[in-house]
């Protein structure tokens, strides 16, 4: 059996580059030759705490690449295609899954999670996880297309889009910048964006944002209750002062989007809870990016916005660094100094 250069977490901040087996795909798989994979804030915990299901595994599901090997049963993929894929193996046969609904399934695998991921030369990958990308996509920026899948799937929750509505979006990461951009791409002009780090709040402006408003600079509740509150808010940070937060930024029967997790007891002030109460507030999580026909149209739309150049996310893949760099990547990350937005490993920078 031939070996592949992978990452393999083996502990806490125990990220390994070593030879691994390259995976041995089942007849319902393809073998993907990884090409890009970005660093999830997901992956951190991962990396840094140990938090795994066990050891060893390979980490890492945002990715792109080529098929290089396809299974026995594959009839609609060939090899040499190039493609990112959905990492969420669902059941296929809990009630949930029955009835369309991939992401609420109870039994599910993950690549990059409950098994091995991309943060290697190749992956093994179901055939019906995999997404063609268009020429003019490179691989890097195909990397991209998980995160901004999540950013559709939350800004689907609330149904259609109003024209001439307004928005915010609470965080100015990976997350909340493809969520600002996609809302802009559904139609809305007056999109807001909220965070402390101004270098992020610069670029949200480059990219289209209506104002980008730094929260360490200015009082965002007075600031909203002087210009008028929005129909829509998006919580992307995780960041629980701003969760609790929320209600007091929309209108009357407003819609607010929690993507971000929450690391800490969430806790509303009487007030706040009588905001959603007289307000008859729409409230509603958004978990991960997939619906019927799996993987679902946020795949789709996530492609298409990319070919169009509707989204750019070319300016948020801030550090691109090869596989061998290892836990460097994530120190990178974790650094404020540094400024990143996405860190990314992209194979052949030197292995």
Known sequence: MEDMKALVVEGEKNLNYKNVPIPVIKDNEVLVKVHACGICGSDIPRAKDGGV????????????????????????????????????????HCENCATGRPAMCTQYSFIGSRQGGAMAQYVAVPAENIVPIADNITYEQAACIEPLTVAIHGIERVGQLKSGSTAIVYGAGTIGLLTMQCLLAKGLEHVYIIDIDQAKLDLAKKLGAYEALNSSKIDVLQYFSEIGKVDYAFETAGVNILQAQMPELVKKTGNIVYIGTAPRDVVFPAKTFELILRGELNITGSWMSYSAPFPGSEWIG??????????????????????????????????????????????????
């Open 53 to 92: 299901h066990s050891y060893p595994i390979i980490i890492g599901h945002e990715f792109s690449g080529e098929i290089v090997k396809v299974g026995t049963t594959i009839k609609n993929i060939a090899v040499g295609q190039r493609v990112t894929a959905a990492p969420l193996i669902p059941c296929g």
């Open 302 to 351: 996530a492609v298409e916005y990319l070919q169009s150049g509707k989204v750019k996310v070319d300016e948020l893949i801030t550090h691109t660094l090869p596989l061998s760099a290892g836990y460097k990547a994530f120190e990178i990350l974790l650094n404020k100094e540094e400024k990143a937005i996405k860190v990314m490993y992209v194979m052949g920078k030197d292995n």
